[in-house]
């Protein structure tokens, strides 16, 4: 069954999936190819001469391939509605052995005409990364780390700089062929590679081309309750209190910008009431 | 055989030292040493500030109590205690 759109409705993400992107700000696809596909991906890799920057798609066209499999259009689809494009920019990060962990920070284009040379948009999904990885990426190999419900916020980079290592923070320690697709403004870090082997990640960036007028995913009015109490509830990383409020409207706000005309609806209810609390054993 | 002062940023999810610490990076006094992000590591080394002095750290900053607060731009996770242990370390 496809949609209007031609995209399968089977590879669509489901209202969960969707708000876990809202709450964490990632959504890992495996997409299956053959057996060799990822390791033919890394020899042509490996044989490059230097970084063809924007142009890695045409130096190897094998990758486009990755970004053009249903598992990931219907991810990519559900995120950014299905007219979404692909922007002009495109990176294969080379991360040898021996090369140190970066810190945490947000992406930026650097664009010159903005005034935090890039746009935060805290309440939407207007852009993510999306992260090939062509080989099996193990913790000694510089996954990527990141801090989950952090794309909710605008980081400094120099004031993060002493943050170090977060309890509650992710590594993307994931098997050959993996695509983890990003909120574009989590911060994130490529971290120490230890090992003997190269890792290469391979990132494209996709945008949103329309605003949303219905949800682009599986999605069930049937569930908003459901939704409306995890993005009221569900942890990502720990933060204090005073954000907790400001982290619970960008979520409602993102999910109600992502489901158009079927957005969510705050009604009053008493979240108070129940069993009292026991005395301390 | 030198006195040297080992650094330990703890942030915590309040100004209380008691509360929940949400991230750490250790300095150590010794040239060509790093602090960097270990994807290896599955816990802080300290529950709160309070577990660290009580192992013998000594708070020599506590956080400023400006937090972000409705209309900040900036985001910053956390209160940064900055800790210090002085101990002896091989020149």
């Known amino acids: 069954m496809t949609s209007s759109t031609g995209i399968s409705v089977g590879n669509l ?11 964490n700000g990632y959504h890992i696809v495996e997409p299956q190819f053959p057996a060799d596909f990822h390791s033919k991906v890394y020899s042509e890799l490996e044989l490059l001469l230097m970084n063809p920057g924007d142009e890695i798609n045409k130096a190897i066209p094998k990758i486009d391939q990755v970004y053009e499999h249903p598992a990931v259009t219907g991810a990519l689809a559900s995120l ?15 991360n040898h052995p021996g090369t140190r962990s ?13 005034d935090d040379g890039h746009g935060r948009i805290s309440d939407h999904v207007q852009s993510v990364l999306v992260m090939y990885y062509p080989q099996h990426v193990a913790s000694n190999m ?8 952090s794309h909710l916020f605008t980081a400094a980079g120099d004031r993060n700089a002493s943050h170090g290592n977060f309890r509650d923070q992710i590594v993307a320690v994931v098997p050959a062929g993996s ?24 990132k494209y960036l996709f945008e949103r081309a329309s605003e949303s007028t219905e949800p682009s995913w599986n999605h069930d009015s049937e569930n908003d309750a459901h939704i409306f109490e995890r993005l009221e509830r569900d942890e990502a990383a720990l933060i204090q209190r005073s954000l907790v409020s400001k982290r619970n409207y960008r979520r409602t706000t993102m999910w109600n910008n992502l489901a158009g005309n079927a957005g969510l609806k705050y009604e009053y209810r008493d979240k108070w009431s129940g069993e009292w609390p026991q005395p301390n054993g | 055989m030198a006195v040297k002062q080992r650094l330990l940023y703890l942030s915590a999810q ?3 030292p008691r509360s929940p610490a949400i991230s750490q990076a250790l300095h150590e006094p010794v040239r060509g040493t790093i602090s960097e992000i270990d994807p290896k590591r599955t816990s802080l080394d300290y529950e709160t500030v309070h577990d660290a002095i009580c192992d013998g750290w000594r708070v020599v900053h506590f956080p400023d109590q400006r937090g972000s607060l409705a209309g900040s731009e900036i985001d910053v ?10 101990e002896q370390f091989d020149d």
């Open chain 1, 13 to 23: 993400l489901t209202d969960d999936q969707v708000a876990d992107f809202v709450i």
């Open chain 1, 80 to 94: 950014l509605g299905s007219d979404y494009t692909r922007a002009a920019h495109r990176h294969c990060h080379k």
């Open chain 1, 102 to 114: 970066q810190a945490w920070h947000q992406d930026s284009l650097n664009i010159p005409t903005l």
């Open chain 1, 142 to 149: 510089g996954p990527t780390a990141l801090i989950p419900g």
């Open chain 1, 179 to 202: 695509v983890l697709i990003l909120h574009y403004d989590i911060w994130h870090a490529g971290t120490a590679n230890t090992s003997d082997q190269i890792r290469y990640m391979v």
């Open chain 2, 14 to 16: 309040s100004t209380d």
């Open chain 2, 77 to 86: 996770f956390g209160y940064q205690f900055v800790l210090e242990k002085l």
